[in-house]
């Protein structure tokens, strides 16, 4: 079988995490490390302010990093019951709900998705870089572009 697939112009970027929506995300953290050296998560409790907001409704959501080698886990525990991962829970279960790409070129990315017709969930600002959740069916998969650049030595 032979598929006839795109030359996409979109450069190959850095897996940044894979988000996974949990419902307490100590007790996942405190599971996680019961089986692997994890270490001390990174851990922030984000109240994003409307400014902050680029789209969708403002929400609440306990952030808690964890890091497997050179690979990341992003805990998400919803704080209240507007944001995406509330839903994600109410509707599917626990479970893994974004994969997502530091991208040095985030407004081309955005542009990239939103002329393919990938529906734009929900974007905006954190630590000052920016991030955004597409919809990218076929496929199931959400898809988050994260505003990461190369940053000084110190």
């Known amino acids: 079988m032979t598929w006839q697939l795109g030359n996409g112009t979109a450069q190959l970027t850095n897996l940044s995490h894979v ?5 307490n995300a100590e007790e996942t953290a405190k599971l996680l490390s019961s089986i692997w050296n994890i ?13 902050d907001m680029i789209a969708g409704e403002s929400f609440a959501v306990r952030l808690v990093f964890v890091k497997f080698g050179p690979l990341t886990f992003e805990l998400l525990e919803p704080l209240d019951d507007k944001s995406i991962w509330s839903k994600f829970i109410a509707e599917q279960g626990e479970g893994i709900h974004h994969v997502a790409f530091g991208v040095s070129n985030y407004d081309e990315m955005v542009d ?5 017709g990938h529906p734009l969930l929900v974007a905006a600002v954190f630590n000052g870089c920016r ?16 505003e990461e650049y190369p ?3 110190a």
Do not use: K, N
Request: net charge negative; aromatic share 16%; glycine share 10%.
């Open 131 to 146: 991030w955004c959740y597409f919809d990218t069916s076929p496929g199931g998969t959400v898809i988050e572009f994260r």
């Open 39 to 51: 270490g001390d998560p990174e851990v922030f409790d984000y109240y994003p302010q409307p400014e």
């Open 112 to 116: 990239t998705l939103t002329a393919q």
């Open 151 to 153: 940053r000084a030595s």
């Open 19 to 23: 988000g996974i929506a949990v419902r």
